[in-house]
């Protein structure tokens, strides 16, 4: 995206790229904060929001191993809190809600992650 002019903002815990010794894009701008803290009206200048929550979980479901499938019974029978695994894809739509409400336009948003995750 930034190759072909956008301006980039990206979100995240903590910076992976320092953590991995990496290069950082010098035209992108990382803030480190909890997405869960953000409101979507910090977007409403936004021409698209790109989300990709945390997907561990959801490819660990996915094998095959017998602990890996109770796991995931033990969210389809409520043993465990759905709405604990989902909460990061939950803010991602959220965001994009408040920011289309404060811009007054839509504004698209692709959500990036596994397979397994769809179900969810």
Not at 12 to 40: K, S, W, Y
Not at 91 to 116: D, K, S, T, W, Y
Request: aromatic share 10%; glycine share 4%; hydrophobic share 45%.
């Amino acid at each position: 995206m930034v190759a072909e002019g956008w301006r980039v903002i990206g979100f995240d815990l903590e910076d992976m790229c320092a953590q991995f010794n990496a290069p950082r894009h010098p035209d992108i701008q990382l803030v480190i904060q909890d997405v869960l803290t953000l409101h979507g009206s910090q977007f409403k200048d936004a021409a698209l929001i790109v989300a990709s929550p945390p997907c561990q979980a959801y490819s660990w479901m996915a094998m095959p191993w017998s602990r890996a499938k109770a796991i995931a019974d033990e969210y389809r029978n409520g043993k465990r809190d759905v709405k604990k695994l989902t909460a990061l894809f939950d803010a991602c739509f959220r965001l994009q809600r408040e920011a289309c409400e404060a811009a007054g336009r839509h504004i698209p948003m692709v959500v990036e992650n596994v397979r397994g995750a769809q179900k969810w």
